[in-house]
């Protein structure tokens, strides 16, 4: 083969086959750089979306599903945890609150939270009324854990831990809506 008037770059003359070769690994090499630059802009941005968007949006989940959760407690018989919702009332009001009133209070309740979320008017009040409710919410996992998760876990059991994640949730909402700050580090 015969030799280029090209050195490389240890100075030794390269042959004409090896020119390509050498030639791909450099031009890949800048694609390659481009590419990885280009992913790196996408999360960036993403990372700015989320930033921005992410807190409004769990709270607006948030408040639809306590809103819907509360609408059907006011239906009567459209809601399957209006039992257990009656349930916890009276035992957490030690019986000054059972049946009917209970589950209307706790439709109104959810609602209300389902209301101020979705709003985020008197956002601070609906947070408070929820930190009120949570107790209430979790409280079957406490009181009738043998019936939720007695012989294996049941419908209602898994309804009720559930709630778990909206407990997570209502937490970031909570602490962004009294003053903490998500923010994007470059």
Known sequence: MAATANPSSTGVATTAASAPASAARHTRRPAAEALALKIDIAVTALARFLTRWSVPA????????????????????????????????????????????????TAVLETFIGLTLVTGRLLRVGLLALAVAMVGIMSPIALFADELFGNGMTLMGQYVLKDVVLVAGAAVVAAVALGARMRHEA
């Open 58 to 105: 769990l709270r607006a989940a948030l408040g639809l599903v306590f809103l819907a959760f509360g609408i059907l407690k006011l239906i009567p018989g459209a809601s399957p945890a209006a039992s257990i919702a009656a349930r916890t009332v009276e035992t957490l009001t030690l019986g000054l609150v059972s049946g009917t009133t209970a589950v209307i209070v």
